[in-house]
């Protein structure tokens, strides 16, 4: 079992920063993609951001330019650092994990969740 959990969330201005982390914990597992998702209220959860195992990455069109997605392979770690952020970034973030363990397979987790507040 994987458990994800987030963090970095908050409220801020509009043109400002945030950056979200998201780490993995348990035992004998391998991480392969990992993404971040965001769900405004009442709207479907969209993928914001993915980064493979190998580090490539891609971005949704709206996020582009001003969102960087990173990894820390060590740590188990993903990062989403959040520029320019606008009102309409506001949403409840997940972090999505795809895991493989040898008793389980591949299996994706999600987090609990992050609050990012953009105020106008």
């Known amino acids: 079992q994987v458990q994800l959990v987030e963090s970095g969330g908050g409220l801020v201005q509009a043109g400002g920063s945030l950056r979200l982390s998201c780490a993995a914990s348990g035992s004998s597992f391998r991480i392969n993609a990992m993404d971040w998702y965001r769900q405004a209220p009442g709207k479907q959860r969209d993928l914001v951001a993915r980064?493979?195992?190998?580090?490539?990455?891609t971005y949704a069109d709206s996020v582009k330019g001003r969102f960087t997605i990173s990894r820390d392979n060590a740590k188990n770690t993903v990062y989403l650092q959040m520029d320019t952020l606008k009102p309409e970034d506001t949403a409840v973030y997940y972090c999505?994990?795809?895991?493989?363990?040898?008793?389980?397979?591949?299996?994706?987790?999600w987090g609990q969740g992050t609050q990012v507040t953009v105020s106008s």
């Open positions: 980064i493979t195992s190998g580090g490539s990455t």
């Open positions: 999505n994990a795809e895991v493989y363990s040898h008793s389980l397979g591949y299996q994706r987790y």
